[in-house]
Every structure is written in structure tokens, then in C-alpha cells.
């Protein structure tokens, strides 16, 4: 486990890493400069591995983009026919394929993401979410119609990536959610309102339910969350051993987790922090960990519900 465990934290280092150089974004929103909007039919706005399996792997990625200059204005917005200005959506891409996926088909759209920068506040990153909240959506629709073919699948997402899941799942109709093995909201918050609102939001309670959401954000205590990402979140499972009560686990180099259900956060013990992220980082809190703590046993999870969901369907 250790050895498969560092070296595939290098691979990962991208991911805590966006480039906040260039352009300071202004603490209020005026007009906003957009680069070309992703054509989903395009080969080169999609991470794909056909693998010929029974089932799907849908993940949004993270934020992975700083502001920058796009015909010498201020964008706050990825340009996903620059791969230059992004590199990082693509890295992630590779990295969550190769310590999730396992055996599944994995599609990962390139989107319009909002830039590290609109999370200084609530109300800025509201103001830019309408984006990608519309390429998820364009990219989703066009994976049902020209990818799925009807096969079950898991929908994934981290930080902003989570945000724009579960926008989808708010929309998915019941035939679609019929097909949904699990979804997995990765260091972002799911509010009561979309519990008691949205019928395709179950909460996870054991390590093989299914057409479940599993939610979790990672901190030292309560005190050191980042409110933008977890303030009203109402579910939390132990990814390691899929429980919702008290009792801890045991994983990586001797690091401990458990839920802490009175404030739906995963407490971990152990862990020594060496920086913190650009612009939401805070001392204690491991958002920038929840996929490189968590990766053998999310991938396993993966595969052991999509295994209950054939043997069961």
C-alpha cells in the first residue's frame, strides 16, 4: 500500500495546483469575457477510455484554472481550446482515470470551468457558475445520446466538478436515474433542501447501496471548514469503511478518519499539512486530499457497486 501510495501522489500534485498568476480578479462582477463555448461533437473537448465495459465512469474535475488575459482582457473562465492556459483540467483527467476507473468507461468533458479566483466569495462564484453549469449540462446530454447507449453508470465530481454533478442529477429524470449506479460528491456540500427536494439524492448509508449519493469533506476538527464548499451540507460517509456512525478507520501511512455526524464532516487524525491551497486554503482543512486519502478504496467501491447493480438488475 505504501509503495503504491507515494509515488501516485506525485502523479496527483497537479491537482492542488492552479495557476493564479496573471490577472487579479476584481471583487465585484462587471462584464464577463467568455472564450468559445465547447462543441461537445469535438474530439478534443472530451477525456475518453473505451475499455468495452459494462458500465461508465462520468467525472467533472475539479478547478484547475487561473485567471489570464484572453485578447487582453481579464477572463475568469477556462478556455478549453487552450490547453495551454489549462493544463491542469487534463492532468486531473489522467490522474482521477487512472486511480478510479478500474475497469469502467471513463468520460471526462472539458468545460468552462470558473477560475480559482471566483471562490474568493459566494456571491462572486455564483455570479460565474452559469458557465459551466451549461457545458456540464450540454456535455452530460450529449454523453446520453452519443456515448451511453444505455449502459448503468457512476457520476462523479470534485469541488466545482461536484457542484455541476449535482446540477445534473437535480434534472436527471426518473429513466435515467434508473441506470444510475452511485454518485459521488467529492469535497463539496449537498444541502437538506436537495435531500427532501430531489428524489435522485439518496443518501449512502452502507458500501453497496444503490442510486445513492456518497458525500464527504475531510478536515482536522470542525472548526477548520471552508464555508463556500461545506456550509449546509447535510450527508457524510467514511469512505474507507462506508460507515455514517462514529467508528473510525484505519488508512494510508497511519492515518485515522471518522465521521462526525453533528457536522457531517470526515475528522482525520495523523496528518501533517505542509501548504495550503491558493485562495480557499486553510489550516486544518484537506480539501486539496480528498481524492489522494481516499483513491484504493473509492476505486473498489466503484467497482463493487457497479457489480451489485448487474448481479441485482
Known sequence: MRSFFVPLLLILAVMACVSTASVPSAPTEGRQVLPQAPDYGDSTQWFIRWREAPADLFYIISTETGDYLLNG???????????????????EMRAVDSLFSGNLNYFSPYYRQATIQSWTSESLALSRLAVPLGDTERSWHH????F??????????????????LDIMRKMPD???QRMVAAYVIGYKVSQQDVDTCSTIKP?????????TICYNSVRSPECTVPIVTDGNVLCI????????????TFGNGL??????????????GYQQRRLLPVIGKDGNYHDRELKFYYPYIRQNMADRVEAYLRRR
Open 73 to 91: 482582457d481579464s477572463c475568469h473562465h477556462a478556455n478549453t481550446y487552450d490547453k495551454g492556459s489549462c493544463p491542469g483540467m487534463a492532468k
Open 143 to 146: 454523453y446520453l445520446r452519443h
Open 148 to 165: 451511453n447507449q444505455g449502459r448503468p453508470f457512476i457520476l462523479a465530481g470534485f469541488s466545482q466538478g461536484a457542484h455541476a454533478m
Open 175 to 177: 429513466s435515467v436515474y
Open 204 to 212: 449512502a448509508q452502507e458500501a453497496t447501496d444503490l442510486g445513492v
Open 238 to 249: 467514511n469512505p474507507v469503511n462506508w460507515r455514517t456512525d462514529t467508528v473510525a478507520a
Open 256 to 269: 485515522t478518519v471518522r465521521c462526525h455526524p453533528e457536522s457531517h464532516l470526515l475528522l482525520v487524525d
